[in-house]
C-alpha cells in the first residue's frame, strides 16, 4: 500500500520529524495510521500517533477503533508490511522489528495500514 503520508512529504522531512519524535520521546514510536483504500471504514481524524513503546498492538486496536467509531460487529484488522501483526506483541518491539531490523523504513516512523470485515455477515 502507498501511504499518502510518504507522498504529500519528502524523506527528508519526514526524516527530521521522525528524528525529533524519537529524541523528544524516546520510550515511545512514531507511527503513521492509514486506511486501505477499498476499506469500509471512516477515516481517522489524525493518521500521525505517538505512541508508548509498551502498550501492546492489541491496546492500539481498541485506541483506533475507537477513534474510528467502529461498531463492535465489525473488525479491524491492521497491516505492517503486509503482515497482521500479533496482539500480544509491545509496539517497541513491532517497532524495533519492523522499522529497524527488516524494512529498515529509513524515517524513523513505523506505517500501519487498517482494514475491516464484517465478523458476522
Given at each position: ?16 520529524e ?9 520510550k515511545?514510536?512514531?507511527v ?13 481524524d ?5 505512541v ?11 485506541l ?7 461498531k ?5 484488522f ?38 475491516d ?5
Amino acid at each position: 500500500m502507498k501511504f499518502a503520508y510518504k507522498e504529500e512529504n519528502t524523506f527528508e522531512a519526514r526524516l527530521q520529524e521522525g528524528e525529533k519524535i524519537c529524541k523528544k520521546y524516546p520510550k515511545c514510536v512514531p507511527v503513521i495510521v492509514e486506511k486501505f483504500p477499498r476499506a469500509n471504514v471512516s477515516n481517522l481524524d489524525k493518521n500521525k500517533y505517538i505512541v508508548p513503546g509498551d502498550i501492546t498492538v492489541g491496546q492500539f486496536y481498541f485506541l483506533i477503533r475507537r477513534r474510528i467509531q467502529l461498531k463492535p460487529e465489525k473488525a479491524l484488522f491492521f497491516f505492517v508490511s503486509n503482515t497482521i501483526p500479533p496482539t500480544s506483541a509491545n509496539m517497541g518491539a513491532l517497532y524495533e522489528v519492523c522499522c529497524l531490523r527488516v524494512h529498515r523504513d529509513l524515517d524513523k516512523f513505523l506505517y500501519i495500514a487498517y482494514s475491516d470485515e464484517s465478523v458476522y455477515g
